[in-house]
């Protein structure tokens, strides 16, 4: 007896249809997000001014969740101009490798979940997820929201791409 009048064909088409495709090409807007995402690791990699201010929203924040020295929850906050002039002004040369990236995009919001692994002068330095909330400007995509985590716990430090 069938409860909710649809046939089991049926169903299955609705499902099917909803999922992606296997090895299904990125959107023109993906590409875009994702490049923005890029721009801002080729920035840090190059300190390279205006590839690093270019990525961000006026009203951006950026955010790191992890713990305090007793394992407590903590949300630590960076000023987006603090982070730049670090990076600027830093002597190591910073190069964060990202690898199976997602990008969700409804309209003119866009996420982006980018697992990466960090090195500090060719040395592993930790791995975790950058989470990045991006809106569609007259300028292009932006970056408002970045929040990562940061471990050395469960990370590949031989990862280096996809």
Partial sequence: ??????????????????????????????????????????????????LLRGVWHPEARLQTAGVDGQGAPR??????????????????????????????IDGRLATAWVPYNLFVNGAFQHCGVDALQLILTGDGWKIFQLTDTRTRDGCDPERRGP
């Fill in 1 to 50: 007896m069938r409860r909710w009048g649809w046939s089991a064909g049926a169903a299955l088409a609705v499902v099917l249809s909803a999922a992606p495709a296997a090895g299904q090409m990125p959107s023109a807007d993906e590409d875009a997000v994702l490049q923005v995402v890029q721009d801002l690791f080729d920035g840090m990699r190059e300190k390279d001014e205006g």
């Fill in 75 to 104: 949300l630590a906050s960076t000023p987006v101009d603090g982070f730049v002039q670090g990076v600027l002004s830093s002597e190591a040369h910073l190069d964060e490798v990202t690898f199976d990236e997602v990008v969700r």
